[in-house]
């Protein structure tokens, strides 16, 4: 079965300053997705950024960016200069083929950015 | 453009009384049609997935039930509600390949 960890439940960070979430998985697959979502106190879900296992090369989306390690089964975002605007609920997730593309979701870790 | 609406964004319904929670998406067809609940602590858990009208996949035995009467449409029911069911219920869809999902903007059901 497949499963995605998010082992900190809350995390903070100053303004400006970078934090790093991490998240781990359990797959026996080599081809699949893994994305970050975004969840504001509004509680609309919004994409942040996404990786397929095939890329060696880690994605980034302006400020933010990951850390795939696949032998490690690790997929961290790291957010630069954090903004107030950061402060959200962060979900990792996992699809793939062989559960039809169907979105598995981390328990998800709290972020506050401070002033 | 795609768009996702889910209705009603809060709910406040007794005990033993039935439920309906509606969402339609805009914009394509033959999505993948999802019903989450979130609770704290606890993440995103997938209550029922829908490839297609009338096929609904169930995650989670329960107290819910959900139906696809149209392409774009995906209900998620109740006959009689628990105070468990209390949560905040997301719809999403995606086109069922390799692709991110899009959720609404989830109903707060509280079960009194």
């Known amino acids: 079965a497949q499963t995605v960890t998010q082992s900190q439940p809350e995390m903070s960070v100053q303004e400006a300053e970078t934090v790093t979430l991490s998240c781990t998985y359990d797959?026996?697959?080599?081809?699949?997705?893994l994305f970050w979502y975004k969840q504001p106190p509004s509680r609309q879900m919004i994409l942040v950024i996404r990786?397929?296992?095939?890329?060696?090369q880690n994605a980034t989306e302006n400020r933010f960016s990951v850390n795939f390690q696949k032998a490690a089964k690790s997929f961290s975002l790291k957010i630069s200069d954090s903004q107030l605007g950061d402060t959200a609920m962060y979900f990792c997730?996992?699809?793939?083929?062989?559960?039809?593309?169907?979105?598995?979701f981390g328990r998800g870790t709290s972020l506050i950015v401070h002033p | 453009s795609q768009t996702i609406h889910q209705w009603p964004a809060t709910l406040v319904q007794p005990v033993g009384s039935p439920l309906s929670l509606e969402c339609t998406v805009e914009?394509?067809?033959?999505?993948?049609l999802y019903w989450y609940r979130q609770a704290a602590g606890r993440g995103l858990q997938l209550l029922f997935y829908?490839?297609?009208?009338?096929?609904i996949s169930s995650e989670v035995p329960q107290n819910l039930s959900a139906s696809r009467p149209q392409d774009r449409q995906f209900i998620l029911s109740s006959k009689k509600l628990l105070l468990s069911d209390s949560g905040f219920y997301l719809c999403?869809?995606?086109?069922?390949?390799?692709?991110?999902?899009?959720f609404g903007q989830g109903t707060r059901l509280t079960v009194v």
């Open positions: 797959t026996s697959e080599n081809n699949y997705y």
């Open positions: 829908s490839v297609g009208i009338g096929q």
């Open positions: 914009g394509t067809s033959n999505p993948n």
């Open positions: 997730a996992f699809m793939s083929g062989t559960r039809s593309y169907i979105p598995t």
């Open positions: 999403a869809w995606d086109t069922g390949a390799e692709t991110e999902a899009f």
């Open positions: 990786q397929e296992a095939y890329k060696q």
